[in-house]
């Protein structure tokens, strides 16, 4: 034997541990130093999943923390017949179990659907180039399943979709087994020396699980599609009004932005303010989404990932100074003039004087935020007039109730006093210097009575007198102190508007300055459209001029209030979700408009007036009622 064998052996493995330690290394130092590349922890099967948490909308509440508005996270739940395929009877047994749906209507439900399409065709003929249409069918693949489901059940039911066995596996799991049982069976049956039976009895028996082998391949892809995407959901984020129409125009509505929902279809349809304390506070009542990361590793969420988890913050909640209790007695007072009266429109306004605390806002007709679409699917002449806040956004002329301005302004220059001997002239007065006469209404006539008398039977010869007495220039400042003509800032969906001064032609020589309203959205302002000869005898008893109702109560609310005008408040605060405060809206001080002393004083005109004037109807036994009532004209197809 040659003892150098061995070691040429020894040296020629030697040599190729070498090398493959040195290949290694090479390896390495590619790797490592020329091409580093960040480790990856996880097998290319493993996914990160990175899902968003949708943020609801914030609530609004009233004086009293009383649920207005809030929000609800729903599903709807659709279907693609295509992916389904052969596996949409189970499918539908599942849906019908979870959803309470009869299986005959999921059934129908998943049926494939088909929709005509127009596509372009270009066809080349030659050196022509040809554009054909033509009308394909095309399979609709998102059937509408159910709406409205709680995000629990459409858990429940993709957990069962994820985890329950369809019939066809469950098929070839018992065909396997049978298979398996009778070649277990026939080598039982079998001697253990007969080796061809044998040897038959196992081809047999791999030729059968290999037919079951390439069913289960066939049918894989199916069963992937259908779990995966066969059922999916689409987020709605569902605005509630627990109490439907009340308070209908402050709150407002919303509709939908679909914007979000295209970018991530985690997340729900948005929702965008549209009018009322909805369109307003819209930022505000917007949440921010959170988002949820993680690593699915062997099918499972790789936990310590949550770490990065980014939470959802809901909308702030916005509180109202509303009062549920007034509201909803204002508006059963509103339906029942509506059928005693039918008029084609009626408004109330109730504030808290001291404060200019709004407790009740309404209007008819109004409508439903929880459904608008039957407002306007009722045949109604103008269904859209239903939407309109009139209370803030329609001016008209006041009429009497505008004598509030003139007598305050009367008293305020000490120009009269409220036991003054006035001439009524038995309801005809003509204007000196004009061809103009001055009609007492509702048959009132009055000759030689005091300014109380006067204002209490709503003398339309006693306001123009009296206002007469006033410059103009002094006038029109009490009608702006007054807030007239300017915006009252109601914090209730209005957007920006422009007050400008217009000069207006009186007569040659003589210009006035007065105020025109250029409204784009939003609340309306009061205005003097024109001033010509007849204004100056025509604004005393409210004729010339346009205001609100809002204008118009928070004018008295003043005189209330020891003659300072307030601005409305309609929101005290807004606040998180659990409860901190984030922005509170303290009662504004105000400005005078007229002394305390004459505010005392138009407070016992306005007394006198339910006691023994055109406003008897309001008194209440064992109440001290104060007010003024007022009748306008208004133009009617010109």
């Not at 009895?201 to 995407?229: D, F, K, P, W, Y």
């Not at 109490?243 to 985690?266: C, I, K, W, Y």
Request: glycine content about 8%; some cysteine; charged content about 20%.
């Amino acid at each position: 034997m040659n003892r150098a064998q061995p070691y040429r052996n020894l040296w020629l493995l030697t040599w190729l541990m070498i090398s493959g330690l040195a290949v290694v290394g090479v390896r390495l130092v590619y790797i490592q130093a020329i091409n580093p590349q960040e480790p990856a922890p996880f097998s290319s099967n493993d996914t990160e999943i990175r899902r968003s948490r949708p943020a609801l909308r914030g609530e609004i509440r009233d004086a009293n923390d009383t649920v207005l508005v809030q929000s609800q996270l729903a599903v709807t739940v659709r279907a693609d017949p295509a992916r389904l395929g052969s596996l949409t009877p189970d499918v539908a047994k599942w849906a019908a179990l979870h959803l309470d749906i009869p299986e005959v209507d999921v059934l129908a439900r998943l049926q494939p659907v088909y929709q005509p399409r127009t596509q372009f065709v270009r066809v080349t003929n030659g050196l022509q180039i040809l554009t054909n249409r033509e009308v394909v069918m095309r399979l609709q693949r998102a059937n509408v399943l159910a709406t409205n489901v709680p995000p629990m059940i459409w858990d429940h039911l993709y957990a069962a979709m994820q985890t329950n066995r369809f019939a066809v596996q469950s098929r070839l799991i018992e065909q396997r087994s049978n298979v398996v049982a009778r070649a277990e069976a026939a080598m039982l049956a079998t001697p253990w020396w007969d080796l061809a039976t044998r040897w038959k009895i196992s081809r047999e028996r791999g030729r059968g699980l290999r037919a079951v082998a390439r069913q289960v391949r066939l049918i894989r892809t199916n069963l992937l599609e259908c779990r995966a995407s066969g059922l999916f959901p689409e987020y709605v984020e569902l605005r509630k009004y627990p109490r439907d129409h009340l308070a209908a125009h402050v709150l407002g509505f919303t509709t939908n932005q679909m914007e979000r929902a295209v970018s991530d279809p985690g997340l729900p349809v948005g929702l965008a303010g549209a009018q009322g304390i909805e369109q307003r506070f819209d930022s505000a009542l917007q949440g921010r989404d959170g988002v949820l990361q993680g690593q699915v590793v062997g099918g499972r969420e790789y936990v310590p990932r949550r770490e990065r988890d980014v939470p959802s913050e809901d909308g702030l909640t916005v509180l109202l100074t509303l009062d549920v209790q007034i509201q909803e007695a204002v508006e059963r007072a509103l339906d029942e003039a509506v059928e005693r009266l039918n008029p084609m429109a009626i408004s109330a306004v109730v504030v808290r004087p001291d404060t200019g605390d709004i407790l009740a806002l309404a209007n008819r007709p109004t409508f439903n935020p929880n459904d608008r679409k039957s407002q306007l699917t009722r045949g109604l002449t103008n269904p859209l007039s239903a939407f309109k806040n009139r209370a803030i956004n329609e001016p008209f002329e006041p009429g009497s109730t505008f004598k509030l301005v003139t007598y305050s302004a009367a008293l305020n220059e000490q120009l009269t006093s409220a036991s003054e001997i006035i001439d009524c002239h038995g309801g005809h007065w003509t204007v000196p210097g004009t061809r103009r006469t001055i009609h007492d209404d509702q048959g009132h006539i009055m000759n030689r009575v005091t300014v109380e008398e006067a204002f209490a039977k709503s003398s339309n010869v006693g306001a123009v007198q009296l206002g007469l007495r006033i410059s103009t220039n002094r006038f029109l400042q009490y009608i702006r102190d007054f807030g007239f003509l300017s915006r009252t800032d109601i914090d209730c969906g209005e957007h920006d508007s422009v007050l400008r001064w217009t000069p207006q032609v009186v007569r040659p020589g003589v210009t006035n300055w007065v105020t025109n309203l250029v409204a784009r959205f939003g609340e309306a302002s009061g205005v003097i459209p024109s001033w010509d000869g007849w204004t100056p005898s025509s604004l005393p008893f409210g004729y010339g001029l346009r205001a609100t109702p809002l204008q118009t109560v928070m004018a008295a609310a003043a005189i209330a209030s020891g003659g300072v005008l307030r601005k409305p408040r309609l929101v005290r605060a807004l606040k998180t979700a659990d409860g901190r405060l984030v922005k509170e809206f303290p009662v504004q001080p105000g400005r005078a408009a007229i002394s305390p002393e004459t505010a005392d004083k138009m407070v016992s005109l306005m007394e006198a007036v339910v006691i023994h004037g055109s406003g008897a109807n309001a008194a209440i036994e064992g109440f001290d009622v104060a007010g003024k009532t007022g009748t306008a004209k208004k133009f009617v197809a010109g």
